[in-house]
């Protein structure tokens, strides 16, 4: 079983930042790739960022890329998500979860545990 707990969530105007963090427990963290999703109300679920098990891979949303950045302190069992220049449409409940695979990924069928999310709102 493995223990997913999101943090760092909050209220931000827009062009500010946050800083997620998932601290995950109960498996071989390191061996794993790790992403994070999002859900907007009324949305689908929809991939944000995702890191291979080294970290030495990341993919990105094309509505993230180059404002966003997913790394890992795989000694501390740790993914985060460093948020910037935020805008209204990144507002959604944030997910991170671990992929059954190293290698990093977009495709929401590669993840099998999720954690409980956290609320990101981004004020105009």
């Known amino acids: 079983q493995v223990q997913l707990v999101e943090s760092g969530g909050g209220l931000v105007q827009a062009g500010g930042s946050l800083r997620l963090s998932c601290a995950a427990s109960?498996?071989?963290?390191?061996?794993?790739?790790m992403g994070w999703f999002r859900r907007a109300p009324g949305k689908e679920r929809e991939f944000v960022a995702s890191?291979?098990?080294?970290?030495?891979?990341?993919y990105y949303a094309d509505s993230v890329k180059g404002r966003f950045t997913i790394s890992r302190d795989n000694a501390n069992n740790t993914v985060y998500l460093q948020m910037n220049s935020l805008k209204p449409e990144d507002t959604a409940v944030y997910y991170c979860?671990?992929?059954?695979?190293?290698?990093?990924?977009?495709?929401?069928?590669?993840?099998?545990?999720w954690g409980q999310g956290t609320q990101v709102t981004v004020s105009s």
């Open positions: 979860a671990v992929s059954t695979s190293i290698y990093a990924g977009r495709d929401v069928n590669q993840y099998v545990y």
């Open positions: 109960g498996r071989t963290f390191s061996r794993y790739a």
């Open positions: 890191i291979s098990s080294s970290g030495g891979s990341t």
